[in-house]
């Protein structure tokens, strides 16, 4: 089985994503940005949420975290909870 590690930023509209993904790509670090503005208790861990394989997330999650570059920022990506910036950190 794959398994991933990866991190995000959950906000409430699609704009303050796409406005934190700007901050991010200009050097603002993700960690950073997500202990300020993440709405997900994960936020608090620099939007931290581990290891998981697929089917432990919601699928639009799943989606972006098996496919995506390892290292990049991905997103706006809206699921049921509102509106997240996903980087994978980790896939083995």
């Known amino acids: 089985m794959t398994l991933a590690t ?3 930023i959950l906000v409430d509209t699609e704009e303050k994503c ?4 700007a901050q ?3 050097g603002t ?19 931290d949420l581990g290891e998981f ?12 975290v098996f ?5 990049t920022v991905q997103g706006p990506v ?4 509102g ?3 996903l980087e994978v950190t980790s896939r083995s």
């Open 6 to 8: 990866a991190r995000h």
């Open 18 to 21: 796409a406005e934190l993904k």
């Open 24 to 26: 991010i790509e200009a």
């Open 29 to 47: 670090d993700f960690a950073d940005v997500a202990k300020e503005h993440s709405s997900c208790p994960s936020g608090r861990s620099g939007g």
């Open 53 to 64: 394989g697929p089917g432990m997330m919601v699928p639009e999650f799943d989606e972006v």
């Open 67 to 71: 496919s995506a570059e390892v290292g």
């Open 78 to 81: 809206k699921t049921q909870f």
């Open 83 to 85: 509106y997240h910036l």
